[in-house]
């Protein structure tokens, strides 16, 4: 029988392989099998945000499942478009993932003029987590409950600042629909990313801001930080006593954020498979759903075709909360 160059060179690499006791997975990889190298999930926020933080969460849970490490790249500002524009022209080989959030895919499309992404470029894989935001003030604000700060910020027109993670964010979206609700005026203080925004809150230079829980929970733990209400439909485990938006009078202020896998649009299905197997894995382990509680959120599994469909519902309706609250492009 002859050996061609090609099957000589595989069957040469599969042998060194199994001679160094690397086993199968470095054989697989002289075949071509994906993957055969690093995971890169770029991440569109500054480090320290719930984005951040879930990146974080999945790439190290995800790297043994799949066998090769996944390297987190940070590439925050412009919205979430510096990352997104990245992700897109990146090829579509399953090799550089998106870890999204879900104020950046739905309500930042509403706000562009030129737009540098369509959601056809990106094929969902999984969603990971899902955590609905928090109000968190200073601790030295006079204020202890959502009806106290209402009161203050009549009492104080224009004097509150808010801090967001960009203009257009669902943090900035929140503090405008509170601003509705309230019939209150505050004034927004976007930064590129949580993170940044978080060590003001804690300095000083800024009053409040709205998130999800987990870059605050420390802080509130120690002490440093108040928060006065979740803005989802249910109290948060991590935070029994604090009470929801609705039980606080103001059930219009409902927001709860999304964190999911997305690849470029031609990756194909067979790695998409792979991928979303794999995330299903480590979002159903038990070790995955305690840290994310313990967080503040909520380990959140959802299948590309579910995924595909929030996305859907999730753009039409948060296009009438832009438009109300008059929130427009940088």
């Given at each position: 029988?002859?050996?061609t160059r090609k099957q ?69 500002g412009g919205n979430g ?126 009053d409040l801001t709205f ?120």
């Amino acid at each position: 029988m002859t050996t061609t160059r090609k099957q000589f060179t595989t069957l040469t690499l599969g042998a060194i392989a199994l001679g160094l006791g690397l086993g199968p997975s470095a054989s697989a990889w002289a075949q071509g099998a994906y993957p055969a190298k690093p995971v890169v999930m770029v991440v569109p926020t500054a480090t320290g945000g719930t984005t951040d933080l879930s990146a974080r969460m999945l790439a190290q849970a995800l790297g043994p499942v799949l066998g090769q490490s996944v390297v987190v790249d940070n590439k925050g500002g412009g919205n979430g478009n510096i990352a997104a524009s990245a992700v897109k022209r990146a090829e579509a080989d399953g090799y550089t993932l998106l870890m999204q959030y879900s104020g950046y895919h739905v309500i930042s499309p509403h706000l562009t003029r030129q737009k540098q992404w369509d959601q056809s470029d990106f094929q969902p894989v999984a969603n990971v987590i899902s955590a609905p935001q928090i109000i968190v003030v200073r601790n030295d604000l006079p204020v202890k409950t959502l009806a106290e700060l209402i009161a203050y910020a009549k009492a104080h027109p224009g004097k509150l600042n808010y801090a967001s993670s960009g203009n257009g964010s669902l943090q900035h979206v929140t503090g405008a629909m509170l601003e509705q609700q309230g019939r209150i005026k505050m004034v927004h203080v976007p930064y590129k990313g949580t993170g940044p925004a978080l060590q003001d809150l804690l300095g000083g230079q800024v009053d409040l801001t709205f998130g999800t829980a987990p870059p605050f929970m420390p802080h509130i733990t120690a002490g440093k930080l108040r928060v006065l209400a979740v803005t989802g439909k249910e109290r948060l485990a991590s935070l029994p006593d604090v009470p929801t938006t609705a039980e606080a009078g103001y059930p219009g202020v409902n927001a709860t954020s999304w964190f999911a896998v997305f690849v470029p649009t031609a990756t194909p299905k067979p790695v998409v498979d792979k991928l979303t197997a794999d995330i299903r894995t480590v979002v159903h382990s038990a070790a995955f759903k305690q840290k994310a509680q313990e967080q503040g959120a909520t380990a959140d599994y959802q299948t590309p075709q579910q995924l595909g469909d929030k996305v859907k519902a999730d753009l039409a309706g948060w296009a009438d909360v832009v438009r109300s609250s008059k929130i427009e492009a940088e």
